[in-house]
Nanobody, 126 residues
Framework: RVQLVESGGGSVQTGGSLRLSCAASGYNYNRFCIGWFRQALGEEREAVAAIHTDGGGEYYDDSVKGRFTISTDNAKNTVYLQMNSLRAEDTGMYYC???????????????????WGQGIQVTVSS
C-alpha cells in the first residue's frame, strides 16, 4: 500500500513562500505521476502541479505558473512544491496524490490517482 505524508504547511503573509514536502513509501517511486491538489473551504479539490518521477515532465495549473515549482528527490522518495509569491487565493488544504498518470491532462483529475496523503493546511493572509 502506498503511503504519502505531507509536511511544510503553515501560515504566511501575502508575497511569502512555503515549501511543501510529500514523502512516499510502499511502492516503486520511480514509476508514477505524483500530483499536488488543493481544496479551499467549500470548494472542489483542484490540481495545482504534478511531476512524473522518472523525469517525464512537470505540469502546472495556470494559476500557479511562474510562482510554484514542483521537484522530486528520487533518493528520498520525496516530491516538493516550492510556493513563492503566495496570494490569499492560494489558501487551502494541500494534498499530494500518487499512482496516477500525468499525460494528456490526466494529472488534473483526482480520479486518476490511487493514493492520497492526509492533507496539510496552507493559509495566506494579508
Amino acid at each position: 500500500r502506498v503511503q504519502l505524508v505531507e509536511s511544510g504547511g503553515g501560515s504566511v503573509q501575502t508575497g511569502g513562500s512555503l515549501r511543501l514536502s510529500c514523502a512516499a513509501s510502499g511502492y516503486n517511486y520511480n514509476r508514477f505521476c505524483i500530483g499536488w491538489f488543493r481544496q479551499a473551504l467549500g470548494e472542489e479539490r483542484e490540481a495545482v502541479a504534478a511531476i512524473h518521477t522518472d523525469g517525464g515532465g512537470e505540469y502546472y495549473d495556470d494559476s500557479v505558473k511562474g510562482r510554484f515549482t514542483i521537484s522530486t528527490d528520487n533518493a528520498k522518495n520525496t516530491v516538493y512544491l516550492q510556493m513563492n509569491s503566495l496570494r490569499a487565493e492560494d489558501t487551502g488544504m494541500y494534498y499530494c496524490a500518487a499512482e496516477g498518470l500525468c499525460g494528456l491532462g490526466r494529472w488534473k483529475r483526482p480520479s486518476e490517482y490511487g493514493s492520497w496523503g492526509q492533507g496539510i493546511q496552507v493559509t495566506v493572509s494579508s
